[in-house]
DNA sequence: TGACGTCAAGATCCG
DNA sequence: CGGATCTTGACGTCA
């Protein structure tokens, strides 16, 4: 079982993915943009092996515009030595990866411009891992489409692109079950007659179950018979319902216990999980320590990432957790993640919050200029009376981590929590 | 025609 | 001028 993120890292320097509007899009701007993409998926990807995460989607907007005005650009050229490096390291690393357009690629449209188009993205999407030198494992996963009123024959036009469609792209291509039209059945039933791989999404099934109710494991089951030798090991979606946003909308983080009940669920042996989440490589590493063999070094590392946010609501559970890691063979990761979730669901304090501002200040007090601290203070105070927001606070103390360059709070969750 | 989902870019406002 | 905040974009389907 390997479990990996979506798209983008957050709180990582430099991994930012840029893009820009249609109407400045030149193909130098476009060029430029690729680059720099590819620069910033260098970093993930170095991130995710420092972080041991072995599983990773690569967002489709890699390229800008890469299925329609940059697809006849070099871009691929261009850059070849940093892709050249990056296909280096997914393939040292053993990394899986794997890309998903998103719900405006629909290959059964009922308009033949829509579905000429959807095959042009998924030719982008093919080029981008072929460049890369992956082969068939690393997959593109897709959702059906429409229904149009006519679920049978909509059906039926999918399988027909689908015929007629390049190996590069069949080869990788999955169908996932989407939260409003084609639950998991109808998905499975055309798995079969077309002869691609199945995705269970959890999520959706809850929101848009299938007919028959079953069990999240005998669904993945069911899946597990539509993957074949050369696909790889199954893969699946996973994500939790957000409390209080629409139906279907992905929490903020995947939280601990729901997620462990659910792995002990799984038949064995367990498919590969793709989280589907807020806080992205964040829920990642925490699904990843807890359900691994013990790795105080990594759990450590984590500590100095949340440290400051448990600090701001809980100083009792900060103490806790030091005195937790002090024992050194502990297997404490799923106890660790339990408080954090817990101390980051208490509410703001201001008492709390400034202790934790004022930790956080002293990285930077030898160092800042006397206006920089001037600006703190007023900050600060303006925040104890109620004339500024905490985030103001830490956005300062943000950039002037960036000037000063402190690495240990530019890796801190702190500013981002 | 707006909602859906996503997140930067771009635009505008503010001190 | 920098920073904060609001709006737009880009996609297709469905209610």
Not at 6 to 14: H, I, K, Q, R
Not at 229 to 236: H, I, M, S
Not at 322 to 333: C, F, H, S, Y
Not at 337 to 355: C, M
């Amino acid at each position: 079982m390997r479990i990996g993120y979506a798209c983008l890292t957050v709180a990582l320097e430099g991994a930012q993915i840029k893009t820009c509007m249609q109407i400045n899009a030149t193909p130098k701007r476009l060029l430029a943009l690729a680059g720099e993409n590819f620069a910033a998926l260098e970093r993930m990807i170095d991130y995710n092996i420092a972080n041991q995460i072995p599983f990773y989607r690569i967002s489709s907007d890699i390229v800008p515009f890469g299925s329609s005005l940059a697809s006849s650009l070099p871009w691929d050229s261009a850059h070849k030595d940093r892709l050249t490096s990056v296909a280096q390291k997914i393939k040292s690393s053993g990394m899986r990866v794997s890309m998903h357009p998103g719900q405006y690629t629909v290959l059964n449209s009922q308009d033949a411009d829509v579905v000429r188009r959807a095959i042009e993205d998924l030719s982008y999407h093919a080029r981008f891992l072929d460049l890369l030198h992956l082969d068939a494992t690393h997959k593109i996963i897709l959702h059906v489409g429409g229904k149009y009123g006519e679920p049978a024959l909509a059906m039926d036009r999918f399988a027909e692109v689908y015929r007629d469609l390049p190996e590069t792209i069949t080869k990788r291509l999955i169908l996932e079950n989407d939260g409003s039209i084609f639950h998991i059945d109808e998905v499975l039933e055309l798995c079969h007659r077309i002869g691609a791989p199945a995705v269970y999404d959890n999520l959706h099934n809850a929101i848009n179950p299938a007919t028959e109710t079953k069990s999240d494991a005998d669904w993945i089951d069911l899946c597990g018979e539509t993957w074949r030798e050369r696909d790889g090991a199954q893969k699946t979606h996973y994500s939790q319902q957000h409390p209080t946003k629409t139906r279907g909308a992905h929490s903020d983080t995947i939280y601990i216990d729901p997620f462990l009940d659910y792995c002990h669920g799984l038949h064995t042996p367990a498919p590969d999980i793709m989280l589907e989440v807020k806080d992205k490589n964040r829920s990642a590493v925490k699904c990843v320590l807890c359900t691994t063999s013990p790795n105080q070094h990594l759990l450590e590392t984590e500590w100095g990432r949340y440290k400051y946010s448990v600090l701001e609501r809980s100083p009792s559970d900060y103490q806790a957790i030091r005195e937790m890691l002090k024992d050194k063979q502990g297997d404490n990761a799923i106890l660790f993640y339990q408080i954090v979730e817990r101390a980051l669901a208490l509410p703001e304090d201001k008492g709390r919050a400034v202790n934790a501002l004022e930790h956080v200040w002293g990285y930077c007090s030898d160092v800042a200029t006397p206006a920089e601290t001037k600006r703190y203070q007023t900050l600060r105070d303006d925040y104890l009376r109620g004339s500024a927001k905490l985030e103001q606070v830490k956005r300062l103390l943000y950039r002037l981590s960036l000037k000063y360059q402190q690495d240990y709070l530019l890796n801190s969750y702190y500013f981002t929590l």
